[in-house]
């Protein structure tokens, strides 16, 4: 009798290993799909290559500076307004054609550059990517509820931390202070122009925080909100954060309980 329970168990345990194998494969076959498309969307969109993660003329100014960053009246240290950048050709109306809550293209780094959307509400590109496929790779997405679009002053975007290192994966790699330090700024493009962000704060957080928060009824409550994610901060990249600034704020699930890690930038130009 021992024998034949020790047979079940064993039949069992390999039933478990290979329905797990199964799922797991079917979950990595769908991530690839999801990846084969954004693949296909910058042959489509006529992008020759993908964005730079700081253009040129902006990343000598950077050099040459050591910082773009601006004072708390919104004006850099150097007194001197810069000049608008022109918009990097990746494409933005044959986006537009393919989805058309696409809103921008973001290119945080070698491993993260992707279109950016902004649905009606904040379920649909969970599950679904830019071509609008049913895929749990999903899409970069802003929050819905922003209504001031690049112009808020806490822009919200969501992405996946996907096992195949897509998506928003690489985003809490910014939790470490040395990686931080060499990949302190990145851009957005958009029909507008480029605008370029300096990394100020990396922490993790839960699914419900005050990290969140993007409307200020007052310049002191913004800097009250500033300080506090600083003091969340496992980084310090030493770019301040002005009650002027304007702010994005990327965030991914870091897969364990209900956690979120987040990056967060100032606009500099």
Not at 86 to 99: A, C, Q, R, T
Not at 148 to 158: H, L, P, Q, T
Not at 231 to 249: E, K, L, P, R, Y
Request: aromatic share 12%; charged share 25%; net charge negative.
């Amino acid at each position: 009798m021992r024998h034949k329970w020790i047979n079940v168990v064993l039949v069992l345990a390999v039933a478990v290993f290979l329905f797990s194998g199964i799922q797991l494969g079917r979950i990595y076959l769908e991530y690839r799909q999801g990846t084969k498309e954004y693949e296909q969307l910058v042959e489509e969109a006529d992008m020759s290559e993908l964005p730079p993660v700081v253009p040129e003329d902006i990343l000598e100014q950077l050099e040459n500076e050591g910082t773009l960053e601006a004072s708390d009246s919104g004006q850099e240290e150097t007194g001197e307004e810069s000049e608008p950048t022109l918009s990097y050709d990746i494409g933005h109306d044959k986006l537009k054609e393919i989805n058309s809550d696409y809103i921008g293209w973001l290119a945080l780094n070698e491993e993260i550059s992707y279109p950016v959307v902004q649905g009606s509400d904040n379920s649909y590109y969970l599950t679904h990517t830019f071509y609008g496929t049913r895929n749990k790779a999903g899409a970069i997405f802003m929050d819905a509820d922003i209504t001031d679009g690049w112009e808020a002053k806490n822009v919200i975007v969501y992405g996946h931390n996907l096992k195949n290192n897509k998506m928003f994966a690489n985003l809490t790699r910014y939790g470490d202070q040395a990686y931080a330090e060499q990949h302190r700024y990145f851009s957005v493009y958009t029909q507008d122009g480029v605008a370029v962000y300096g990394i100020f704060a990396a922490y993790e957080t839960g699914a419900v925080s005050e990290a969140y928060q993007y409307g200020f009824a007052s310049d002191e409550e913004f800097l009250e909100y500033i300080s506090k994610v600083r003091s969340w901060s496992v980084i310090d990249t030493g770019i301040s954060v002005g009650a002027s600034d304007q702010i994005i704020t990327l965030s991914t699930c870091t897969n364990v309980n209900d956690g979120r890690f987040i990056v967060q930038a100032k606009k500099i130009q």
